[in-house]
Structure formats: structure tokens, C-alpha cells
């Protein structure tokens, strides 16, 4: 084993790249700012790259690296600074560095002349640095610490015009939201120290794997809570609310935070400590089932949409929803493929949204596109291989990855067939919508002024087209030849040594290829949908949405779950805060205490000061009489019997 | 040559002498009504308690009663100088010493 690689390199360069633009970002000229946040996420993607083919090659997954001191050493709790490195976090590290340095390039172009730009990318490079220790981590706190940090890059990057007061408001209620999440991922360390006494993935994984016995009762409660913080930081139901509002952000923030790395820690983690997953066939069904729910909801949200960074918002929430369908299924494998194709047709999809608001000067409304194809061809070009990508056209990248989840669902019993039917439904729904913002954007006649539009520059451009050819291509990593016939499943035993390989009974080539026709199918039935109403009649969906106005209307309006929320939860939170915690506790009870210890002192003083005569000789003469009396005391013998005489008479009168 | 001044004083008169000062300081601090004889008072006192430390540090040979009385000294010429300070500034704001008269700590 060569010792010489640094895993702590990966987190530390953007760590270096954040302190650098974050103190001296606003006195250092703007070269020399974009070569410092470009070099840490191109170093520590190089360094991840370079592990990655020192592994392939010498075949010594997977690498754990302890920094030489303990961090928390209590007790029966020991927590180190471990980084881990196997065929699951290296996947991960480089989508996090490699997609986040092409869109820190797309960035140059975006931010440039914006007035935060150094404060930008300090946040920007603040984000890898937590999110590498998200996926470097080696035990539960380590990852904590990243679940943490993620959250508030991504808050200070939602926020990132907090002079307007929907960004600031959509910071904070991305925040808060994952509090809400947060709060089972901390109740899930608590009970995995409890009960297992580690919190390093694979003491516990060796812990459940000596004894059997463990499954349901904590092992369920443990899941179920490390699936409440997952749907919290990946945006599912009912946690999902923030991930829309978080589109507030810069463009490339959505790209890299809200769909490609930071949104996927949930998934992340649940593959992370499917081990106790595992052990917990309820806790799976669950996940599973938030999992569909999510990516059917946020699908039929995505259909009524004319924003266009909305819509890719809720198609992100309807993915992710996919990626916990695979997880609920132990498809490990495949959520995580399906993560990675996710990040770059995703990626690809929120840049090239983003070169369009840029073009149009920062229009984001669909109905007032339109024709844009001939004015943005790159644009164009690549948005058509993100659409074919998303909606899961074969050979595109999506294809592979949603086929490898709709094929494990439907082989899992004994629901496992109403799970796939879900994902059908679902892939239709976000072909239509894929496509229906495809047509209104970038065919049809303009809708926009006819001010000459003109393409975004290179470094926004080139980010672009690598990510358009990895949507196309990055699918096949999942294929090889054997045999003479394609095997779907390079990607599963490149990842079985760490999620184990998923037995699939009663599979086949042949019933695959029938499902991903079924699947294909459903996506050209949406796109077919799609053209008759947005291209061949446009008039169709204002009937349409006329013939239904309450469906309609529950579309548009998101299913009111904001306002739901808005009633149930933060009105009569307000309320307890404002009457209960302000009125009676703050003003009654502690202003009561505060204001009768006050009292009292001013009581007792007004009283004592009567003796505080001002006179210097009486003073003098209290002291005098006073030396006397302890003189007294001291000297003459009969002064010292006083006490003992006065409790001579307390005993004998009886006490 | 046996007269009374070749004798020893006994130590009982030093610590007469020391009383009877002593006294004298106490007696002076509360019926003067000046403030620079109560300040005389208060050295008077301490020289008082100076006497009988080196009375005690000659009668057991012990050097730390003679160190004590240095200490003292010294305390007491800082004393000195910070009280006739304060005496001085107190005349130059109320025109008077007379400690009946300064009493306006009083509420």
C-alpha cells in the first residue's frame, strides 16, 4: 500500500480557497480571486482523480485515514478524525469535486461584475470543503459536521442577495427546515451510541453483522430517524418545502447545491448505513414509500409550473424521490448511479436554465420565452440532451440509471410492482414536463422583446457541453460486454464490495428489456402529450386548465402545502412565541423575578441607610466600641463564659 | 553603681507607655473635631503599636517584630501622603475641616 495519499487534502484546499477570498477576497484583484477559487476544487478534484486511478489500479479499497489525535475520547466513546475512502465515497467525491469545479468555471461567467464576487466563491468553496468531510467521513459525527456545513452554505448561498426579502426568507426557511430533519440525525447518533457505543460505520456495521438479533425495535427507530434527517436535507415529503424556494440563490448555486451534490446527502446516507436499513425491512418499506410519494407529488407540482428554475426544482424533488424509491428497494447501487447521472443532466439542466435567465436579463418565466433555439444554439443543444437525459431516452445517461430503479422495484416483493407502477407514472409526468419547458423556452414563436440576444461566454459555455456529453455518455459506465450480450450491472459489483450486491431472483434480460420499453414508452407517450399541447395547439392547456380549474389551480398552487404548513404548523408557533414565550414568560414570569429582585434590594436598602449617619466621628466611635467588645472577648475570662452560661441555660431549660 | 538607671526597664512599663499612647490616639480621633488632629490621632496610634513590637521583638530576641514596625512605617507614610492629599482637596472644595460639617454622605 502506498501511504502517500492525503484524503484531508480534499476538504482542506477549498477550506484554504474559502479563508483566502473570504478575508482578503474584497482587496485582492478579481484574477487572482478566480484563480484561487478555481485551483482548490480543481486540486482537490485531481487528488480524488489521482486516487481514483492509484485504486483501479492497485485494487486496496477501501482506505481509511485517522488523523493522529482523538477528538471526543468520553467514556465508552471514542470518535476519531477519519476519512474513508471506498467505491462509494470515491464515486461521490467525484461528483462533488468534479461537477462542482465545472460549475465554479460556468460561475466566472455567471457572477462576473456582480458585486460579492469574492464572497461568492469563498461560500462556493466553503460548500466542497464541508461537502468532501460529508463524504470523507468515517463515522456518523464526522458526517455530521459536513450535513452541518452543507446546510449553511447552502443557507448563505440561497441568501446570497439578502438585500431582497423573498432570498433572505428562503434562507432562512431552508434552515430551518433542516433543522427539522437534523434534530432525527442527532437523535439517531444519541441511539446508535446507546446501544452500539460507536459511532464508526463499520464498528456498527460489525456489531449488527456478529449479532443477528437485531432487527425491528431500535434498529427501527434508528432508521426511521436517520430517514427524517435524510428527507430533510434531500427535500422529500413532508420536509420538501424548501428546496423551491431555495431556487432565490444564484443560478449555479441551484446547479451545483440544490441538484447535483448537496440534496443527495440524504441519499448518500441512507446508502451510507444501509447495514441498518438492512436489518429493518419496516424502516425500508418506509423509505420506499416516501420515496414514490415524493416523486409522484412533486412531478404533478412540476406539470403547472411556469417558472422555469421551478420546475427543475420540483423534477430535483421527483429524482430524489427516485433515488429513496432504489434505497427503499436496497437497490443501493442503483440510487447511487442514478445520483450520479442525476448530477450532471441536473447540472446541465439548472446551467443552461441559467444561461437563459442570464440572455434575457433575468427573465424566468416560461410563458414569456420561447424561440430561443435559434438565438442560443449551444444553449439549445444541450438543453435538448439534459431533457432526452431526464426524461430517460436511451443511450442517454438517465435511461441506465431510472431503468436500473424501475427494474429493482419491480422485482421486489411483495409490493413491490405498485412501486414500479409509480416510477412509470412518475417518468411520464416528468417527460411532459421536461418537455413542455423545452417547447415553451426554446421553440414557438419569441414571446420575449426582440432585443438581440447573445451567447454567455466560454467559461459558461464549456461547462456546458462537458456536461451535456457526460449526460449522454455518463450512463455507460454501468455497461460492459460479456458474453455477447450487455451486462446492466458493471456498476452494481463495482460498488457490492461496500453496499453488497442485490441478489435479484426471478430477473432476466428479457423481462428488462420489456420494462424498459414499458418505461421508454411512458416517456414518449409524455413527450407525444407535450407537442400536441405546447407545440402543435397551444390553446389546448388553457382549456385544459379551464375544463379543470380546481385541479388546475391545485397544481399551480403546489397542493397549498405551503399554506398548510403556514396554518398548522408556523401560525400556532408564532403564537406559542409571541403570547405563551413573550407575554407570560418574558414580560410575566422573568420580567416578574427580575423586577421583584430589584424591588427587594431597593426595599431593604431604603431601610438600612438610616444608619449611615455621614459622620465621621460616630463612625470612628462604633469601631472603637467595637474593638473593646472583641478585647473584651479576648481578654477577660468571664466574657468568654457568656456563651457557655447562655447554653447551659438554653440545655437546661429543656431544649 | 547598682542605681535604678543601670537596671533594666521591665517590659511592663514599655507596654504602659504603649497603652497609654494608644489611647491617647484612640481618645483624640473621637473627640477632635478637626480633621488634621484626627489624622495626628491615627499616627499616634500606630506609633503606639510600633512601641510594643519592638518592645516584644527586644524582650524574645526576634527580629520580625523590628520588620513589622518597618512595614508600618512605611504604610504609614503612604498613608501620610495620600490622607494630606485628600485633606487638602477637601479644604479647597468646603472651606472647612470640621468633620461634623463633612457630612454629606448622609442621605
Redesign the interface.
Known sequence: MNGILHLWLIPLLPFAGFLLNGILGRKLPKWLVTTVALAAPLAAFGVALGAAVSFSASNSLPWVETLPFAWINIAALHVNFSFVLDQLSLVMLLVVTGVGFLIHVYSVGYMDGDEGYARYFSYLNLFLFFMSVLVLAGNALMMFIGWEGVGLASYLLIGFYFQKKSAADAGKKAFIVNRIGDVGFLFAMFLLVANFGTLTFTEIAAKLGQCSGWTGGVVTVIALCLLLGAAGKSAQLPLYIWLPDAMEGPTPVSALIHAATMVTAGVYMIVRMHVLFNHSPFALGVVALVGAATALFAATIGLAQNDIKRVLAYSTISQLGYMFLACGVAAYSAAIFHLLTHAFFKALLFLAAGTVIHSLGGEQDLRRMGGLWKKLPVTFAVTTVGVLAIAGFPPFAGFFSKDAILYAAFLQQPHGRVLWAVGVVTALLTSFYMFRLWYMAFLGKPRSSDAPLHESPWSMRGPLVILAALSLGGGWIGIERTDGWLNMERFTSFLAPVVGAKSVAGGGARLELELSAIAVGAALLGWLVAYLFYRQSSTVPARLAAALPHGYKLLANKYYVDEIYGATVVKPLLGFSKYILGWVVEVGVLGGAAWLLAGSAKFVGAILQYWQSGNLRSYAAWLAVGAAAVLLFLLVPWATAWPATLDFVWKATGH | MNSLFAQEVPLSWYLMLSAILFSLG?VG??IK?NLIT?FMSIELMLNAVNLSFVTFARQWSAVQGQLFVFFVMVVAAAEAAVGLAIIISVFRARATLA??K??????
Open positions: 484612640v480621633f473621637l473635631r484626627m468633620v461634623d463633612l457630612d454629606r454622605m448622609k442621605l
